[in-house]
């Protein structure tokens, strides 16, 4: 089946053309001359096509007046110019096919506007939406970026394991991977036998691919991992998911600073390219949902971002007026009441915080020389909080022993982690982006679930 895109007759094709467009019809509505307006969308962009259809098409009785919001139709015809506002083209139809129908009674997406929470329940049906659309070419678009980004600078694409063995840092949050039948579980000693499990251990699926990653990172130099994560955090927020897609840089190498750099510039990259590439659904979030959306974008793209110690942070945090839920002191973990206290009311633009207490950080971050801090860093921006995590990594053998006993974690099952730190060592850093997330603070979109296909949260997996 031949078809043409309507993004491209759009774009590109003039009047005079014969194309065949395939699609699903938005709106139809009749005019008194003897013939019907239908708008079409074939989902390649958020524009629809006009398609005019004259009364003296052979099926015109018989199905165009029939036709509604949801069917979906093959329309062969010429394109002539548009008297109507707001395009310069329109299809002249010659012939029309229907391919399947959709009864207005029951199809559910009628021209009202629905809510999200409503179009949740119906994730079979809202990518045919303008919202759900959208959302699903700047994911497509950002996702291309991202490997074009960490591609065009030599790093390589390393795919981490999904099912994984080694529970790294999220001890509950874990999802267990079984092929035990759960109703006649074996046992040794009334416990789990979980030797007779399809891998002889536990296993779970991954949380994130940064060991791994650094693994290939302490061979290859430069890498990155871009694929789905999981937790299963009971944390029912708008910005968290217990799948997502996280992408993971890892570099020899490369300190703290070299690692923020590389965050700044990726988020600044990711703007540009969206701004040059997805303009018309950029265009249509600013306007339907967050209307200082393109602004920050572009400013976003040409300023410096704030750098900030976490010492700092806990003073400002504590002088401020502000009332916080959660009470601030040194050794505190930042909530995001505070996170987003300090980039939107302080600095108004992204921060990025360092060097926090390696109480409340993971064992693999590196230790400062004052022994009570790590290098980590977090980036923070307006409405979201944190989207990037990172660190440099701990590169020094007997310190990282130290860290995985502080942190009641048994050192034989990070013998290989170790073993890296003892067969050419390097200093390596990197950090996680969390995609979803980023999407998020794109659209405008305020919550997670909207920006993901087919959202899994806790009580939430049939759609
Ligand atoms: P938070 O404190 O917001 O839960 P985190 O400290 O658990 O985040 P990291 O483990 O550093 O996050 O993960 C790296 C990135 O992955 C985060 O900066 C965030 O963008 C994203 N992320 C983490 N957890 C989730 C989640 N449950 N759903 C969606 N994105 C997430
Ligand atoms: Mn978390």
Request: with cysteine; hydrophobic share 20%.
């Given at each position: 089946m031949k078809r043409n895109k309507i993004i491209d007759i759009l774009s590109a094709e003039t009047t005079g053309s014969r194309i065949t467009v395939m699609g699903w019809v938005r709106t139809r509505r009749e005019s008194k001359g003897g013939f019907s307006f239908i708008e079409m969308?074939?989902?390649?962009?958020l524009s629809n096509l006009q398609v005019i259809v004259d009364?003296?098409?052979?099926n015109y009785e018989t199905e165009v007046r029939n036709l509604q919001t949801g069917c979906s139709i093959r329309v062969i015809g010429t394109l002539v110019a548009s008297p109507a506002k707001g395009q310069s083209i329109e299809l002249q139809a010659e012939e029309i096919e229907v391919y399947g129908w959709a009864d207005p009674d029951t199809y559910p997406l009628q021209k009202k506007r629905h809510s999200f929470e409503f179009l949740r329940t119906i994730a079979h049906l809202r990518p045919r939406t303008n919202t759900f659309g959208a959302v699903a070419r700047v994911r497509n678009a950002m996702a291309f970026a991202i490997h074009t980004f960490f591609q065009k600078r030599g790093f390589i694409y390393v795919h981490t394991?999904?099912?994984?063995?080694?529970?790294?840092?999220?001890a509950g949050e874990m999802f267990r991977v079984t092929a035990f039948d759960l109703e006649n579980v074996p046992k040794k000693n009334g416990e789990?036998?979980?030797?007779?499990d399809f891998f002889n251990q536990p296993a779970g699926l991954t949380v994130s691919g940064q060991l791994e990653a650094e693994i290939y990172a302490l061979s290859m130099g430069d890498v990155y991992t871009f694929g789905p994560t999981f937790r299963a955090e009971n944390s029912n927020t708008s910005r968290h998911l217990a799948e997502f897609w996280m992408v993971e840089p890892e570099m020899a190498f490369c300190d703290l600073e070299g690692n923020i750099d590389l965050a700044e510039a990726f988020l600044k990259y990711l703007f540009d390219d969206l701004l040059k590439n997805c303009e018309e659904d950029l265009a249509f979030f600013n306007r339907?949902?967050?209307?200082?959306l393109l602004e920050t974008l572009k400013t976003l793209i040409s300023e410096k971002y704030e750098r900030l110690d976490y010492t700092e942070a806990i003073k400002i945090l504590s002088k401020s007026k502000q009332k916080f839920e959660f009470p601030v002191h040194w050794g505190c973990d930042l909530q995001s009441e505070h996170e987003r206290y300090l980039t939107e009311k302080v600095f108004n633009k992204p921060v990025v915080l360092t060097d926090y207490p390696r109480e409340i950080k993971p064992f693999y971050m590196k230790v400062n020389e004052d022994g009570k801090t790590v290098r980590a860093m977090d980036l923070l921006v307006p409405?979201?909080?944190?989207i990037i995590g990172g660190s440099q990594r701990e590169d020094d053998h007997d310190m990282l022993l130290e860290r995985l006993k502080e942190t009641n974690l048994p050192p034989e099952d990070y013998w290989w982690y170790l073993e890296l730190r003892k067969f050419g060592s390097a200093p390596h850093a990197g950090f996680g982006l969390g995609f979803e997330r980023l999407i998020q603070f794109v659209t405008g979109l305020s919550n997670i679930r909207d920006v993901m296909p087919f959202p899994r949260t806790p009580g939430n997996v049939s759609f």
């Open positions: 969308n074939d989902g390649s962009c009364d003296k098409l052979e394991p999904i099912i994984t063995g080694s529970d790294c840092e999220g789990t036998d979980f030797e007779k339907f949902i967050d209307s200082s409405k979201i909080g944190e």
